[in-house]
């Protein structure tokens, strides 16, 4: 779509002025790829899953992956990106093998509260954590998926009222020997 845009800018004007109108077109587009606003109504969404290292209780080179998933309904983008994270139940995607760290945590969006660039998740349930790393997978899903949208840059989560960052590092030291 980039470069149909660039070439049909292009094909306008040969002069000097063709290069300034690919780049002209270039920023208009590129602002609408930089992502959506958290409360846009959407009926597909990106969550984020995890690509393990690959090295066993050695979770410093895990990243968020993006995949794209279809909801049942159209709804404002944050809550159904939420949603859908957190309705997932299988430990790996199917499709990309990706791991899901939150899939045995019977989690559900309770509210957000949003303030300029912050949104505060508030969440009922519990954490269901399987290995070492999964404190830390778990706050890099969260996080990711919530702070993919452009009008927000923080974001606060609590699981029943506790802060998700006591409840990670209460898990953390009862995993210590």
Same mark, same amino acid.
């Given at each position: 779509?980039?470069? @149909? /845009?660039?070439?049909?800018?292009?094909?306008?004007?040969?002069?000097?002025?063709?290069?300034?109108?690919?780049?002209?077109?270039?920023?208009?587009?590129?602002?609408?790829?930089?992502?959506?606003?958290?409360?846009?109504?959407?009926d597909?969404?990106? +969550?984020?899953?995890?690509?393990?290292?690959? @090295?066993?209780?050695?979770?410093?080179?895990? %990243?968020?992956?993006? +995949?794209?998933?279809?909801?049942? %309904? %159209?709804?404002?983008?944050?809550e159904?990106?939420?949603?859908?994270? /957190?309705?997932?139940?299988?430990?790996?995607?199917?499709?990309?093998?990706?791991?899901?760290?939150?899939?045995?945590?019977?989690?559900?969006l309770?509210? +957000?509260?949003?303030?300029?660039?912050?949104?505060?998740?508030? /969440? #009922?349930?519990?954490?269901?954590?399987? #290995?070492?790393?999964?404190?830390?997978?778990?706050?890099?899903?969260?996080?990711?998926?919530?702070?993919?949208?452009?009008?927000? #840059?923080?974001? #606060?989560?609590?699981?029943?009222?506790?802060?998700?960052?006591?409840?990670?590092?209460?898990? @953390?030291?009862?995993?210590?020997?």
């Amino acid at each position: 779509m980039i470069r @149909a /845009l660039l070439r049909a800018a292009t094909r306008v004007s040969r002069g000097p002025c063709s290069l300034a109108i690919a780049v002209l077109a270039f920023s208009l587009l590129s602002c609408g790829l930089r992502g959506r606003r958290s409360g846009d109504e959407v009926d597909r969404v990106k +969550i984020f899953l995890i690509a393990p290292d690959g @090295a066993v209780g050695d979770c410093g080179d895990d %990243r968020a992956v993006a +995949i794209e998933v279809a909801l049942p %309904r %159209r709804q404002p983008a944050l809550e159904g990106a939420l949603a859908a994270l /957190l309705g997932r139940k299988d430990r790996f995607d199917t499709r990309s093998g990706l791991l899901h760290a939150l899939y045995a945590s019977p989690l559900r969006l309770r509210g +957000i509260e949003r303030n300029e660039k912050l949104a505060r998740l508030h /969440l #009922d349930g519990y954490l269901e954590l399987g #290995d070492a790393c999964d404190a830390a997978r778990v706050r890099t899903q969260l996080e990711e998926t919530a702070l993919q949208f452009r009008d927000l #840059d923080r974001v #606060d989560i609590d699981i029943g009222g506790r802060p998700l960052a006591d409840l990670l590092a209460g898990a @953390a030291s009862r995993r210590q020997p």
